[in-house]
């Protein structure tokens, strides 16, 4: 059958699996937009290309297949680079396809042209070019495979728009089946000589390759053989936080007794993650490249193991395959640690509800509170960056996976994008954003969006007139001299109405409960301002006590 490019685009995005995408229309791509009309994939147009490549990460990590994000040549592109720097970072399946010029004006710096391996070669798994609608069935296929195989990460694809509309007969691909290691036996022998000689052993799971199975083999596996399970940054909802194995959140504002518990380790499990700056506090509770502990790392891409630590025992694998053969094992030392669970979670309830009273009518404690007590389970909770985020951290309890989404990139704007892109993968679902002032009016925008789409999030802005974060470190460093972190913000209830939201104000931990009640019963996306006092820079400590503490 004889087809345009753009048929045959959409033909192996269909056949492939995908059935949602997310972009801002394009002239460089009108060929795609075209075949999109009768295809049964769905296209959700955004207000940015920010927001748009946000949403399609937000769907990779929810789904565990390639978030699909369509932007056009130039600006378009480079407008959705945080996506993908935040899809590379955080391990997640995405695809981001650009209208890219004629071929004929290739090398010429035609309008907005960029060469999109140059740019992004850096940013992504791969990054390539089309030159040829034939390859399209080829090219695409393995787009999917590279982005979900190994580690998973965002895959480029550039499109000339004269390839698109010229026409090929060739035949489409086979669906994508991504590659997967599994751990060997031996290895798993050695992890049991580890785990039998072991008195404070600890596992730390996180990134890419998820499940919800995996989850569930892994705490399953750390009850039965007595080794407390602790979540990498802002991977919280990878396993069931109320199981007698859970230790405690790895991430920013970590819980002194956890930062403790890994760096006195004697045997350390990373299970998926990379032990990144944030889980090892800044490279500090394990000494690189040989760390203190016995060091067991669990990784899909062999190129992980010893980047920065040597582990003594390194297993290629991806996290489901060695958590379903974990679980198989007989107990390793259990015995030999009795009590250790019990002491672990218990250091993690403790953090968990422990409360300062901070300056201010409205606690953000209360809210996650309120949080806690009306989104079932199964809602889902998406958050962007900024000091607001430790709350959510410290003091929501996630049971099921996937229930959080959150940039372990640190990408300021993502959480709104997020929550709306959330809502459309699982529209029955309860979806609320947590985002700062700052931190909501990059991609805020997006409102327009959900209206339009019918996507009836809840977003809770929590407004204390600065970027937060900048403030708290600037206080720290440079107490007293503060430089461009005041912020001067709309009436954000206001805002919300002019898009056709429903907008409410809280400043009274008391009227919480009812707000969010009236937002998550309204029928259309909905939008909290809490004011805060700006003395409530973290859960520990004020603005004041960190500008005296430096001075």
């Known amino acids: ?26 002239e460089s791509y009108l060929a795609v937009l075209d075949a999109l009309h009768d295809a049964p994939l769905r296209l959700i147009a955004t207000r940015h290309e920010g927001g748009a490549a946000n949403m399609a990460e937000a769907y990779g990590k929810l789904t565990g297949r390639p978030g699909i994000c369509l932007v056009t040549r130039g600006p378009g592109a480079t407008h959705a680079t945080n996506g993908v720097h935040t899809a590379f970072q955080d391990s997640t399946p995405m695809l981001l396809l650009v209208g890219q010029v004629a071929r004929g004006a290739a090398g010429r710096e035609g309008f907005q042209e960029l060469d999109y391996r140059a740019v992004f070669g850096g940013l992504a798994k791969w990054a390539t070019q089309v030159d040829s609608a034939a390859r399209l069935p080829e090219i695409l296929a393995r787009a999917f495979s590279v982005a979900t195989s190994g580690r ?13 509309t010229e026409t090929a007969e ?7 089946r991504p590659a997967v ?77 956890l930062a403790r518990r890994i760096a006195e380790a004697d ?9 990144g700056e944030v889980p090892s506090s800044g490279y500090t509770l394990l000494r690189s490249p040989v760390p203190e502990q016995r060091l067991v790392h669990v990784h899909p891409d062999p190129d992980e193991l010893g980047a920065v630590y040597e582990p003594e025992l390194g297993i290629v694998s991806g996290p489901g395959r060695f958590a379903a053969a974990a679980r198989a094992l007989a107990p390793a030392g259990a015995g030999e640690r009795a009590g250790l669970l019990a002491e672990a979670h218990a250091a993690y309830e403790r953090n968990l509800r422990e409360e300062r009273e901070l300056p201010g009518a409205l606690q ?11 989104l079932a389970p199964e809602g889902i909770l998406t958050c962007g960056a900024g000091n607001f985020t430790v709350w959510a951290h410290r003091y ?40 700062g002032d700052g931190d909501f009016l990059m991609t805020g925008q997006e409102l327009a969006t959900a209206v339009q789409e019918g996507l009836n999030v ?13 403030r708290m470190h600037q206080e720290r460093r440079y107490p007293g001299r503060v430089t461009g972190t005041d912020l001067v913000n709309p009436d954000f209830v206001a805002y919300a109405r002019a898009f056709g939201a429903h907008g409410a104000l809280v400043e009274r931990s008391e009227d919480v409960a009812g707000a969010l009640d009236e937002a998550l019963a309204c029928g259309r996306p909905a939008l909290l301002e809490l004011r805060v006092d700006p003395e409530a820079i973290t859960p520990r400590q004020t603005l004041s006590e960190i500008r005296a503490a430096a001075g």
């Not at 998973?152 to 698109?164: F, I, K, Q, R, T």
């Not at 953000?364 to 309120?370: G, H, I, N, Q, R």
């Open 267 to 275: 045997v350390l499990l990373a299970i998926g993650g990379r032990l």
């Open 1 to 26: 059958m004889t087809r345009t490019g753009g048929q045959i685009l959409v033909d192996q995005l269909v056949l492939h699996g995908a059935e949602l995408a997310f972009g801002v229309p394009g």
């Open 170 to 176: 060739v035949a489409d691909a086979v669906p994508f």
């Open 364 to 374: 953000l404690s209360a809210v996650m509170a309120a949080l806690r007590e009306r």
């Open 152 to 164: 998973p990460g965002p895959v480029v694809v550039a499109l000339p728009e004269d390839m698109l």
């Open 396 to 435: 929501y309890e996630f049971t099921r996976y996937p229930t959080q989404l959150a940039p372990r990139s640190g990408s300021m704007g993502y959480g709104f994008p997020a929550a709306v892109a959330a809502k459309a993968v699982h529209p029955d679902r309860a979806v609320v954003c947590l985002a």
């Open 458 to 470: 809840v977003v809770l802005v929590v407004n204390n007139g600065m970027y937060g974060t900048i």
């Open 181 to 257: 290691a599994s751990p060997g036996a031996q290895e798993l022998a050695r992890l049991r000589e580890l785990l039998a000689g072991a008195r404070r052993p600890l596992a730390i799971v996180g990134e890419g390759g998820w499940s919800a199975q995996a989850g569930a083999d892994v705490m399953a596996w750390a009850q039965d053989n007595a080794v407390p399970v602790a979540t990498s940054f802002r991977c919280q909802d990878y396993v069931d936080n109320s199981s007698p194995a859970y230790a405690g959140h790895a991430g920013l504002g970590m819980d002194p007794a």
